[in-house]
């Protein structure tokens, strides 16, 4: 018997032991050949080998065939199957964790996640010196994006009224500057901008998002020792130790951010997504936070890309503009000196 084999044969017996019926084990049990299956075909590798891509590429064929719920509960099977892995000892990550924090934006509403006060983050983001980390960590504490749309940023997504600025930013926001513009089109294993995509942005529209000067100085202050690519695209982030100068991975994030918050006691081993502080976890900070200080869900619904242009007609014809105001007005600060004031 392979390894494999054993590993899926065990796991079924230990969920028949937890009480499951026969039912739902043969579900689990054709799941797992199914994505055994695929894996073998794709990538020449067992579900024993896989990584976050591998794991992300099968949900996006899942997709392909069946509905949002049918998918949500074939990629919940295959996240207990590597929690028993990783319980084990036969691999040393979840990667269907991540997979399901960028799937899931449920998450969002969930009472007993870490509640975390601006003074804690700001004494966090304190200890986050490196140019790529810090800038990194910011801009997702400051916009709300997901780790795979901040992979997709390139050079011309960003307009910074600064001399650091020598390219030309893209026509969306050539008139405003100090802002990110993130697009509803990068998809995962598509071409777009000269390069094919590892990660999809997950938005209902494109996004104009406003600088503030605390994002605007991290952002010159990485631009100043970001490394020349050959890619392109011109990725606005980029590697600087193993990957020099290519474009960063949802994987590379999301271990950054764990390697902060793990020093931090902020995450743990099996821990989950209740207690565990992830790039996702930034994306429940500033939902939280922000719509609590601005009393505005609107706003705070575009700035994470959650709807559409027709609902944005509904609001205002001069809808940067208001979204530019409140967000600057509102926005928290993450230097440890800035003044709480009645931060909410």
């Known amino acids: 018997m392979s390894e494999c084999a054993e590993s899926i044969t065990y796991f079924l017996e230990d969920i ?18 199914e994505f055994e299956a695929y894996l073998e075909g794709e990538f020449g590798k067992s579900p024993v080998e896989a990584e976050y891509r591998d794991c992300m590429a099968f949900t996006h064929e899942l997709r392909t065939q069946y509905s949002e719920s049918t998918v949500a509960s074939y990629t919940s099977y295959l996240n207990r199957f590597y929690s028993y892995l990783v319980r084990v000892g036969r691999h040393d990550e979840n990667p269907m964790e991540l997979v399901l924090e960028e799937m899931s934006e449920s998450i969002e509403s969930n009472p007993s996640r870490r509640d975390l006060s601006l003074l804690e983050m700001r004494k966090f983001v304190a200890t986050v010196h490196h140019p790529l980390d810090r800038a990194l960590i910011i801009t997702l504490l400051k916009t709300g994006m997901r780790s795979g749309e901040l992979c997709n940023l390139d050079l011309i997504d960003l307009n910074l009224d600064h001399d650091a600025m020598w390219w030309n930013p893209r026509a969306q926001i050539t008139k405003q500057p100090d802002s990110l513009y993130v697009s509803a089109k990068h998809t995962h294993g598509n071409e777009s901008g000269g390069e094919v995509r590892a990660a999809s942005n997950k938005r209902k529209r494109e996004t104009v998002i406003p600088i503030d000067e605390e994002l605007k100085e991290t952002l010159i202050r990485w631009l100043s020792v970001r490394p020349d690519t050959q890619n392109p695209a011109q990725p606005l982030f980029v590697g600087t130790a ?19 918050a793990r020093k931090h006691g902020w995450y743990r081993a099996g821990g989950g997504a209740t207690e565990n502080v992830t790039p996702h976890y930034f994306r429940h900070f500033f939902t939280t936070h922000l719509r609590d200080r601005t009393g505005d869900r609107g706003i705070v619904k575009y700035l994470r890309g959650d709807v559409a242009s027709d609902i944005i007609d509904t609001y205002t014809h001069n809808w940067g503009d208001r979204v530019r105001r409140t967000y600057l007005e509102n926005i928290y600060r993450l230097r440890p000196d800035s003044p709480l004031r009645s931060e909410r």
Do not use: C, F, M, P
Request: no cysteine.
């Open 16 to 33: 028949e032991h937890h009480g499951r019926n026969d039912r739902t084990i043969s579900a689990y049990r054709r799941v797992l050949l």
């Open 242 to 260: 193993k990957r020099w100068g290519e474009r960063l991975t949802i994987d590379i994030v999301h271990q950054t951010v764990e390697k902060y």
